[in-house]
């Protein structure tokens, strides 16, 4: 079975809605790891939306697994991931206006600029996964780089409605799997993954790990409400 990779982001966004200093990340990482995460996501976005710099480097120092980081292939990014030397980087896409990340990288179109990251990650020791669209020519253009890791964007197949479509997106991320696999990257997936959905992706053949935030943050949201309104109550009678 699949690895499970949680993705800290949005515990984040909770705290920067107020900028203050809960909920801090690094304790729902700690908390994360002992649920049995085996790694930790965190993707420092240019705009600093919801990771900043001073959760990276504190979680570089307490995560007792893997700690894997998202970023994008902008030379100031990679030198933030060259200092604090997560495990593992990912590079993804990145636009400023954008929700949240919408496809993998263009690693055909953007080359030169990704083979630079990559070799500038590589020399400073650094594993690296390149987040792609379940496309043929990305993977090829990802295999051609010598990264260590493909994660597959799962985030058509998420959206897909309705379950045929679904399908069909599962299919083709059933065929992007075994090119992956065929060229020996190890296999990740990820985005938009749910408790609903995630199982016939965790189940694809040679799945290494999945990584999933926003499910796991929302859920945890309503599974601790009522203990929280019950501890403030006890508080205010
Ligand atoms: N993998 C990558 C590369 C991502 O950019 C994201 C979103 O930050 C995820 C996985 C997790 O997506 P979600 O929050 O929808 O589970």
């Not at 909920?23 to 649920?35: F, I, K, N």
């Not at 100031?76 to 400023?96: F, K």
């Not at 053949?205 to 203990?227: C, K, P, W, Y």
């Amino acid at each position: 079975m699949a690895l499970l990779g949680v993705n800290i982001d949005h515990v984040a966004t909770i705290r920067q809605a107020r900028q203050t200093v809960e909920p801090d990340p690094v304790w729902a990482a700690t908390l994360a790891e002992l649920g049995g995460a085996d790694s930790i996501t965190v993707h420092l976005r240019e705009d600093r939306r919801h990771i900043q710099d001073r959760d990276l480097e504190v979680l570089r120092r307490t995560v007792q697994g893997k700690l894997n980081l998202e970023a994008a292939i902008a030379p100031a990014m990679v030198d933030i991931a060259c200092r604090v030397r997560p495990d593992q980087v990912t590079l993804v896409p990145e636009r400023r206006e954008e929700i949240t990340t919408e496809g993998g990288l263009d690693v055909t179109g953007h080359r030169a600029a990704t083979a630079t990251a990559v070799g500038r990650l590589h020399d400073a020791g650094i594993a690296v996964s390149l987040f792609i669209d379940p496309d043929p020519r990305q993977i090829e253009a990802a295999v051609a780089l010598h990264v260590a890791a493909g994660e597959l964007y799962t985030g058509e197949y998420a959206n897909a409605t309705p379950m045929a479509a679904r399908h069909d997106e599962l299919v083709r991320l059933a065929s992007a799997a075994t090119l992956v696999r065929e060229a020996r990257l190890v296999l990740n997936a990820g985005h938009g993954l749910t408790y609903r959905n995630v199982v016939p992706v965790a189940e694809l053949d040679g799945m290494h790990e999945l990584n999933i935030g926003h499910s796991i943050v929302s859920r945890a949201v309503l599974v601790g409400f009522t203990q929280a309104v019950r501890e403030m109550k006890q508080l205010v009678q």
